[in-house]
């Protein structure tokens, strides 16, 4: 299984962003999604999930009510619409594919990543 991100860059403070994750050699159905965000000198920290069959999402309290995942089966492609944007949104993020149950956010419980894409919110 492959994970490809991308849509990162830069924006302004308040602006938008909408992250992309395709995945091939496997099928997104097959798996729970998530995003993780990692900023230089901190800890990689959890972002959003949807989860395996339910669909069900959930946020890490630094995003709830401005980011939003989704995910598009028939395209095997995964979204991350990022709005109202931060410079404390600033980070590599990556997506990742987790099996063996509906949904987690513990990055230990997800077995394939992405390369990761540049998020940059500044002036």
């Known amino acids: 299984v492959q994970l490809q991100a991308s849509g990162g860059g830069l924006v302004q403070p308040g602006g938008s962003l909408r992250l992309s994750c395709a995945v091939s ?30 669909d069900a999402t959930y ?17 095997n492609t995964v979204h991350l619409q990022m709005n109202s944007l931060k410079p404390d949104d600033s ?7 987790g099996v063996g149950t509906y ?16 998020v940059t919110v500044s002036s």
């Open 91 to 97: 980070a590599i993020y990556y997506c990742a594919a």
């Open 59 to 75: 946020y890490g309290d630094s995003v709830k009510g401005r980011f939003t995942i989704s995910r598009d089966n028939a395209k």
């Open 25 to 54: 050699r496997g099928t997104l159905s097959s798996f729970f999604m998530g995003w993780f965000r990692q900023a230089p000198g901190k800890e990689r920290e959890f972002v959003a999930v949807i989860g395996w069959i339910t």
């Open 103 to 118: 949904w987690s956010v513990s990055p230990g419980m997800y077995a394939y990543w992405g390369q990761g894409t540049q």
